[in-house]
């Protein structure tokens, strides 16, 4: 999509995000040019902060490609919020429903028209107490297969120092003013998964190369090693539920 078919209400609400973006905050970009300039494709996006969706918009929005994001379905019914969602062509999804399949072929049309379509594979906040990646869900892995389409990973880094996630306190840290960096990276090479059928390892496989390159990136982002492995809630629920029960042996035993 180039920037003569961007259309008016992504121009509108550019009109309203950038100019605060632009005041409040510093910009450090890098990989502007793994975004396709033409034909469809799918960004996966790393987050660790509730503004980090306007910033990698207003970067990747400057390269002339616009995104379409996946977002909760009850967003598309709140008032001004779902007139812009609806205006700008977000898809709307819809958990815990048997709708959710539609989110995943809009997607697919989205992207067979020339257009991309952003995910973001942890499907919330990084849980991570170092806001490193989590292990990744499988829907833009899913797509990828169905579509062949490039993936463009994208690490984010800094917005979290203005908007923490899951604060106690909803503040808000403008001052002084933080970098809000992005970083594409080239496509992710998933050649070797594109003639196997997406059975769950599959699918599993394409999310771990996904995700791995995301965190490359953030590594490079953040000056410093990435984990072994991810943080997974699987894994920290057990290693949670294992100390429970080893603080109760122990009051057991001093009984």
């Not at 609806?86 to 257009?115: C, H, L, M, W």
């Not at 107490?129 to 800094?158: C, H, N, Y």
């Not at 490359?216 to 057990?238: G, M, Q, S, V, W």
Request: glycine residues 8%; charged residues 25%; positive net charge.
């Amino acid at each position: 999509m180039s920037r003569h078919r961007i259309g008016f209400w992504y121009r509108f609400t550019a009109v309203l995000a950038k100019p605060p973006l632009v005041v409040l905050f510093k910009r450090e970009w890098r990989g502007m040019e793994h975004i396709p300039a033409d034909g469809g494709f799918i960004t996966a996006i790393n987050h660790n902060s509730y503004l980090d969706p306007l910033s990698y918009a207003h970067f990747q929005y400057n390269t002339g490609r616009v995104p379409r994001f996946l977002a909760k379905a009850g967003l598309f019914r709140n008032g001004f919020v779902g007139t812009l969602l609806r205006g700008t062509g977000q898809i709307p999804v819809y958990r815990e429903s048997t709708d959710a399949a539609n989110a995943f072929r809009a997607a697919v049309d989205a992207i067979n028209k020339g257009e991309c379509v952003a995910f973001y594979p942890e499907g919330t906040l990084t849980r991570d107490p170092d806001l490193w990646p989590m292990e990744g869900k499988t829907g833009a892995a899913r797509v990828a297969l169905l579509t062949k389409a490039p993936v463009i990973p994208v690490a984010q880094w800094g917005a979290h120092e203005a908007m923490p996630p899951y604060a106690k306190e909803k503040k808000v840290r403008l001052f002084p003013r933080k970098t809000l960096k992005v970083m594409a990276g080239p496509p992710v090479d998933l050649s070797e998964f594109h003639d196997k059928e997406p059975t769950a390892e599959v699918l599993r496989a394409v999310t771990d190369k996904i995700m791995t390159a995301i965190t490359e990136l953030l590594a490079e982002l953040r000056d410093e090693p990435a984990p072994a492995e991810p943080y997974t809630l699987k894994k920290a629920r057990a290693a949670a539920a294992a100390r429970r029960q080893a603080g109760t042996g122990r009051e057991e035993d001093g009984k």
